[in-house]
Every structure is written in structure tokens, then in C-alpha cells.
């Protein structure tokens, strides 16, 4: 846990855990969210999650790419944006299958997505422990899909399965301030050396 002291990884940490905890309160309870075009549906269940896998995998290439090229930094902020945007349309795309085909779609590629360039960031501000903090990533991935079944259930109970969405958009947005401030600390450790006084060296 001792790379957990540096608020760089901390914060890197914190934005995966909360914002895959925001899309998974949905993910849990797809059948129920998505019931209005389902309608118990298995085959159109099976293909609508066959779609949300196969967009991640393809998205997770690209911006595995595109975190190289850019920076993680604007791939972080736009995907989460993208995915505050999706997870707020759900209440309404969930009520015709084609919107539905399209948030699904969207979803799964921007939500796996965020994977590469969440790693390449931790990976950046920790390479001496990369092994470390990229396991501490996938704990906090599980540990979202896990508390994101207790606060979807929760929250079946308070607004309903059909408005999981709203509840998805608020965590997504707080993901949104944890990576800035990540973005933050990152800019200020990366300022420390060019303000250094050479003499001290």
C-alpha cells in the first residue's frame, strides 16, 4: 500500500473505483433498467451485452493509442465526460431498443475504454511499482463492481431501476474532480524540477 501515500496514485486510484462503480450500478441490473425493450428477451439480453463487450474491446485499443499520442489526461477527462452524458440518458434511451443499441454501444467502448489511459497514467507517476498500483487498479475495479451492486439495489428502492442512470451520472461527475485534481498534483510534480534552483543541486 505504500505507493497509495503518493496523492497522484491515490487520486488515479479513486477516479477508477468511483467511476466504475458509477457504470456498473446500471451494468448489475441491465435486465431491470433496460425491461421496457427487453421484455425477457434472452436473445436480445445475450446481443445488447455481446454489443457492450465487443465496443470495449475495440475502444480499449484505441485508447490505449490515443493515450500515447494525446496524453491521458485528455482521454481521461473526454471519456468520463462522454460517460457522464451517457449514464444521464439512460432513463430515456432505455425506453426504445435502438436509442438503447446506441447508449449500450457508447457505454461499454467509453467505459472500458478508460482502462488503458487510467494505466498509463499510474504507470507514468509510478513506474518504480508499476506491478503494484496496476493490481491496486484492478482491485479497485472489483471493489467498484461490488459496492455499485449495493448502491444500484439501494437505489431500485429510492428512484426505481429505470432512473439507475442519474444515480451513474452523479458518480461520474465526482470521478470528473478526483482525475482534475490528479491532473493537478501530476502538473505540480512535473513543475518541481524546471523551478529548482540549479545551485542547490
Known sequence: ??????????????????????????????????????????LLIG??????????????????RLSDTIGNRKVIFGGLIVLTLVMASLPLASTNIWTTAIAVAIWGGVA??????????????????????????????Y?????????????IQIVGAHYLGYIGAAFMLLAIVLAELATLRINAANRVPLTADPASA
Open 1 to 42: 500500500m505504500a505507493p497509495v501515500r503518493d496523492p497522484r496514485v491515490a487520486l488515479t486510484l479513486l477516479t477508477g473505483f468511483v467511476y466504475q462503480t458509477g457504470h456498473f450500478i446500471s451494468y448489475t441490473y441491465f435486465t431491470v433498467v433496460f425491461d421496457r425493450v427487453l421484455h425477457h428477451n434472452t
Open 47 to 64: 446481443a445488447l451485452l455481446v454489443l457492450w463487450g465487443t465496443s470495449g474491446m475495440v475502444a480499449n485499443l484505441i485508447a490505449g
Open 112 to 141: 472500458w475504454g478508460l482502462l488503458a489511459p487510467q494505466q498509463h497514467r499510474l504507470v507514468a507517476v509510478a513506474a518504480h511499482t508499476a506491478p503494484v498500483v496496476l493490481g491496486l487498479n484492478t482491485s479497485g475495479t
Open 143 to 155: 471493489l467498484g463492481v461490488t459496492a455499485a451492486g449495493v448502491i444500484g439495489a439501494l437505489g
